[in-house]
């Protein structure tokens, strides 16, 4: 049973962390978006015409489009601590151009859209590069490597913690079977028949896979509530704790079914398999 609790709580921890990673990777992605910078002489129905045909790209999910004047007001508030600053863009003409901001849906495609700014009648709009170029396009790069990496290494660890957790739990059944091997043979030669022999160990194991299902939900429900109450923690690193205590209270009776059902399937088959395979018990 202190198998089944820690294989199940591993296993619940790891589909909370990983559905928290996806959602820290989600808020990181959804601030990313590139910046088409236009030349002062660029008209109204030039600038309407690029926005549609951008809109119409197939990885593009929104295109938003910011005035000179929304640039301005926009720097000004980003840069409030520094009044030297905006006093000095404040006596020039507004050097800032007009922005179309592009929201890629997916950042591991995002050469259709590249491909379509670099076109001569585009780029010729343009009085910069796009933002996504140079530095910036490394920075997105990289964020984009490792919002792949830290999913990767999501998916793998729960099936990595899964497989050993039915290793552990069918060699732990197997030498309760070998230590009870007298019982089970005196029972044999008393004409007990197959199913009333495993039928004990099945349903054993379902009550242990059931008790040690509430047990390892009731750890992660205190291991949540010390970490937002006594650790007053909101946040380790990428782990939104913060998130995954509401992803946890949310969905608590479709995490406790969950976890119900796989301490209940896990002690069930491993207890079939392993009287089948270790007694070598013969179908009636």
């Known amino acids: 049973m202190a198998i089944m609790i820690v294989t199940l709580t591993i296993v619940l921890f790891s589909v909370i962390t990983n559905f928290t990673f996806t959602h ?10 590139i910046s088409v910078y236009l030349n002062s002489n660029v008209s109204k129905t030039q600038t309407n015409d690029l926005i549609g045909q951008l809109e119409h790209l197939p990885n593009v999910q929104s295109v938003s489009y910011l005035s000179k004047a929304q640039v301005l007001a926009q720097y000004e508030k980003q840069n409030t601590a520094n009044q030297q600053l905006i006093q000095a863009v404040n006596e ?7 922005t179309i901001n592009i929201k890629p849906s997916n950042l591991n495609n995002l ?15 343009q009085t910069a590069p796009p933002s996504y170029s140079g530095q910036e396009k490394l920075a997105i790069d990289r964020i984009t490597h490792a919002t792949n990496v830290l999913k990767e290494i999501g998916v793998v660890a729960v099936a990595i913690f899964a497989v050993v957790s039915v290793l552990i739990i069918f060699n732990t059944i197997q030498m309760a ?4 091997r007298d019982e089970i043979q005196i029972m044999r030669l008393l004409g007990a028949g ?3 022999i495993r039928g004990p ?7 242990y896979g059931i008790l040690s299902a509430v047990i390892s939900v009731a750890i ?4 949540f509530q010390a970490s937002s109450g006594t650790l ?12 995954a205590n509401r992803f946890f209270d949310t969905r608590f009776i479709e995490l406790l079914i969950i976890e119900l059902g796989l301490g209940i399937v896990i002690g069930a088959v491993s207890s079939l398999i392993a009287t089948r395979r270790y007694l070598k018990f013969k179908t009636r």
Not at 92 to 98: D, G, H, K, M, Q
Not at 177 to 180: A, L, P, Q, T, V
Not at 232 to 243: E, Q, R, V
């Open 92 to 98: 020039t003409a507004n050097p800032l151009p007009a």
């Open 111 to 125: 050469n259709v859209i590249r491909s379509f700014l670099a076109k001569p009648s585009i780029s010729s709009l």
């Open 24 to 33: 820290t990777i989600s808020q990181i992605t959804n601030k990313i978006d």
């Open 232 to 243: 007053k923690a909101s946040s380790l690193g990428l782990l939104d704790i913060s998130y």
């Open 177 to 180: 079977i070998f230590n009870r």
């Open 194 to 196: 197959t199913w009333y």
């Open 220 to 223: 992660i429900n205190a291991a």
């Open 201 to 207: 160990f099945i349903v054993e194991s379902i009550i």
